[in-house]
């Protein structure tokens, strides 16, 4: 067996020492989040249409629950969960018709009526 010479064994040392060192600079949530957000093909409906790792994870989960495998029901459910908690909370608007608002829209007050 031929061994490789010193120079580049010692090149491909070096390579992994710096990999090692990017990665270890990486936080957990980091490399989790470029993990999942990376792009890939995947045919759906006979169509190839590119989407993330976490869209195929999740695609993939609907697909087996709605044949019915409890399993991946479970999964979708925590995953909906898991979104519902971190999405942002909605601002509800609810207008009041009284007559505060009707004066304040310039439809008068208590003595105009429609």
């Known amino acids: 067996m031929k061994?490789?010479?010193?120079?580049?064994?010692?090149q491909q040392k070096r390579k992994r020492?710096?990999?090692?060192r990017r990665l270890a600079a990486e936080g957990t949530i980091t490399i989790l989040t470029r993990l999942?957000?990376?792009?890939?093909y995947l045919l759906i409906n006979g169509e190839a249409q590119q989407v993330t790792?976490?869209?195929?994870?999740i695609l993939q989960l609907l697909q087996k629950a709605s044949v019915g495998?409890?399993?991946a029901?479970?999964?979708?459910?925590?995953?909906?969960?898991?979104?519902?908690?971190?999405m942002p909370?909605?601002?509800?608007?609810?207008?009041v018709d009284d007559e505060y608002t009707r004066?304040?829209?310039g439809r008068g007050g208590s003595d105009h009526h429609e």
Request: glycine share 2%; hydrophobic share 30%; aromatic share 6%.
């Open 3 to 10: 061994r490789e010479p010193e120079r580049d064994r010692s």
């Open 17 to 20: 020492r710096r990999q090692a």
């Open 36 to 40: 999942l957000t990376e792009r890939h």
């Open 53 to 57: 790792v976490i869209e195929a994870i």
């Open 69 to 71: 495998e409890k399993r």
């Open 73 to 86: 029901m479970k999964g979708v459910l925590k995953y909906q969960q898991f979104a519902n908690r971190r």
């Open 89 to 95: 909370k909605r601002l509800n608007l609810r207008f």
């Open 103 to 105: 004066r304040a829209t």
